[in-house]
């Protein structure tokens, strides 16, 4: 019988073990709704980490993407192709940057952002070191894993050199830690792993101050917080600043692996043929599918959505704190959500999975609500009323 137990057996004999996977195996979703091979409905309110911003199998995605799987699959990136090149215009149009380049993913969109920033500090005869901020999460690369926790380094050493960590929030650390061997500084506005901290617009600018001063890049990586999740297209536009690099990955693609890195021209001049690279990094159907993930979020308005949709659910979220004093803290922008509790976070998520919500635990004691930007309000409420209900559980 081919139900969850069937498949999650499977996965423990056959997979690398290196999830700490929910007892459940996923057919199908559509929208913000999810079944298992049990039979089981839940509301997603995580979105594949935050990937399904235009909500599952949007029709207009799969339709394009059905479109592109008949003409061009691949082609390799010795060649010019119509998704890829439109989407570059696309994105360059959005971003007022001048250069697209397109990954797999999120961490390798981020190694490709360091290396141009390298590259850049090199032309300039200056170093290699990379900054980052404590509490990031940049991915799971070896040089992504350097500018990230401890705790994802050990048993991966020798961990590559080059990088420096410093607090975040904290102008005087950073300033203290740029010297001539600094080439850039990498930093998520909103740090989602992390447990969905907000840096401050005086730090912001003042960062951006201190990049141009020094002349060394400032890359945002927007991978979690891009792509409309927190009402602006980029989350960096809240805060009046804009990068020299940015990477995306996640919601770009409305599911399909894809990421990019967007840079100025000045970046750009640094690097050249042969330097940077990749074989699958926007071939034809995934950059179809991130094409029409944008113009759905444009169409749909779906910007705007995240920033009312996220009003409501904070609104209620907080109504919910005055009664349980367990909640720390709320933090958020639009729908990019971070509940803080007093206590480790895994049971109450583990809970609410069981009662039918999709969410997660970041950061041990951080719920993440992070759902489809076409969650319906009677959703939310769904989500609110099974948050409640299995926070009373788990503080009985
Ligand atoms: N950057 C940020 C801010 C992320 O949240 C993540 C993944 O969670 C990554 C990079 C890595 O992306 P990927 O898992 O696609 O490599």
């Known amino acids: 019988m081919q139900n969850n137990k069937y498949f999650t057996d499977l996965d423990k004999q056959h997979y690398l073990q290196v999830y700490g996977r929910y007892p459940l195996a996923i057919k199908k979703a559509k929208g913000c709704k999810v079944w298992d091979y049990d039979g089981n409905k839940y509301i997603d309110a995580f979105a594949g980490i935050a990937v399904n911003n235009i909500g599952h199998n949007h029709p207009r995605l799969v339709k394009a993407i059905t479109k592109q799987l008949k003409k061009l699959i691949h082609i390799s990136n010795f060649y010019v192709s119509k998704p890829q090149v439109m989407l570059a215009k696309k994105l360059t149009e959005i971003s007022g940057l001048e250069r697209a380049f397109f990954a797999n993913s999120g961490a390798e969109a981020n190694e490709g952002a360091i290396k141009l920033a390298r590259k850049y500090s090199h032309s300039k005869g200056k170093g290699g070191t990379i900054i980052s901020l ?9 040089a992504t894993l350097a500018t990230g926790k401890e705790k994802y380094q050990l048993g991966f050493e020798p961990i590559p050199t080059g990088f420096k960590k410093v607090a975040w929030n904290d102008i005087t650390a950073l300033s203290a830690a740029i010297d001539k061997e600094t080439a850039g500084v990498i930093l998520e506005v909103i740090q989602g792993e992390g447990g969905v901290n907000i840096l401050s617009k005086e730090y912001l600018t003042k960062v951006r101050d201190l990049c141009n001063e020094k002349d060394i890049v400032l890359i945002c990586d927007e991978v979690q917080c891009g792509m409309g999740r ?8 809240h805060f009046g600043i804009k990068p020299d690099i940015i990477t995306l990955a996640k919601g770009l693609g409305g599911g399909m692996p894809i990421g990019a890195i967007l840079t100025n021209q000045k970046i750009a001049d640094a690097i050249t043929f042969g330097e940077h690279g990749t074989t699958f990094g926007g071939n034809p159907l995934t950059s179809a599918a991130a094409l029409e993930t944008i113009l759905i979020l444009e169409d749909e308005k779906l910007l705007d959505a995240a920033i009312e949709k996220g009003n409501y659910f904070v609104k209620k979220l907080k109504e919910i704190a005055l009664v349980h004093k367990e909640i720390k803290e709320i933090r958020s922008l639009g729908l990019m959500i971070g509940v803080e509790l007093s ?9 609410m999975l069981h009662k039918g919500v999709l969410s997660n635990c970041t950061a041990d004691n951080v719920i993440r609500f992070v759902p489809p930007l076409v969650i319906s309000k009677k959703e939310m409420d769904f989500v609110l009323s099974i948050f409640i209900e299995s926070l009373k559980e788990v503080k009985a």
Request: charged share 30%; aromatic share 20%; proline share 4%.
């Open 134 to 142: 404590e509490n990031c999460f940049h991915g799971r690369t070896l």
């Open 230 to 237: 927190t009402g602006k297209f980029f989350a960096y536009e």
């Open 343 to 351: 206590f480790p976070g895994r049971e109450l998520a583990e809970k």
